[in-house]
């Protein structure tokens, strides 16, 4: 089982699939908010507890997360960069290990275009996982974040003719 993660300080969203094959099941997905938390602080505890409690009742074998986007400024990027650590940290405890995709490589993998928009993100992850509605933008997001290591992580053991890897590495 692959839990996708799309951090934010405010709305964290996850998602949960089964790869068969080349076959995509969905298993969950939701948005954790932090919005209503008093400090960052505090929002960064809830991101991390949150994302412990997934991991501890779905019990995923990897973690894939979003790498930080400088988009939208410097202070944005540092409290992405704080909640994508809090998410990391929590998978890191877990034992799981942890793979980071740029926002592009993601769409890419998903849409078939790197600057593909969150409308036919959400659609394609509908489609891939064959779903009766759009999910919410976040927990999209974070379902296509894991289809997209579905997609590359299978492939770079295949082509290199491993049996596993470890923390991004083909071994």
């Avoid at 405010?10 to 938390?37: A, D, W």
């Avoid at 412990?52 to 992405?80: H, N, T, W």
Wanted: hydrophobic letters at 40%; aromatic letters at 6%.
């Amino acid at each position: 089982m692959i839990l996708g993660i799309d951090p934010g300080s405010r709305k964290t969203g996850f998602g949960l699939i089964n790869q068969h094959g080349t076959r995509m099941e969905y298993v969950s997905s939701g948005v954790i908010r932090v919005h209503k938390e008093p400090t960052l602080a505090d929002r960064l505890d809830l991101i991390y507890t949150s994302v412990s409690e997934i991991i501890e009742q779905f019990s995923p074998a990897c973690m894939a997360i979003e790498q930080v986007f400088m988009g939208r400024g410097p202070d944005s990027a540092l409290k992405l960069g704080q909640a994508r650590g809090a998410a990391i940290i929590a998978g890191t405890q877990a034992r799981i290990d942890v793979y980071e995709y740029a926002a592009r490589k993601v769409k890419q993998s998903v849409a078939g275009n790197g600057n593909a928009d969150k409308d036919q993100i959400g659609y394609m992850v509908k489609s891939i996982l064959k779903l009766p509605g759009v999910p919410q933008e976040d927990a999209a997001d974070a379902l296509a974040i894991a289809l997209c290591h579905a997609y590359n992580h299978t492939g770079l053991v295949n082509i290199a003719g491993a049996t596993h890897s470890r923390r991004g590495r083909v071994l």
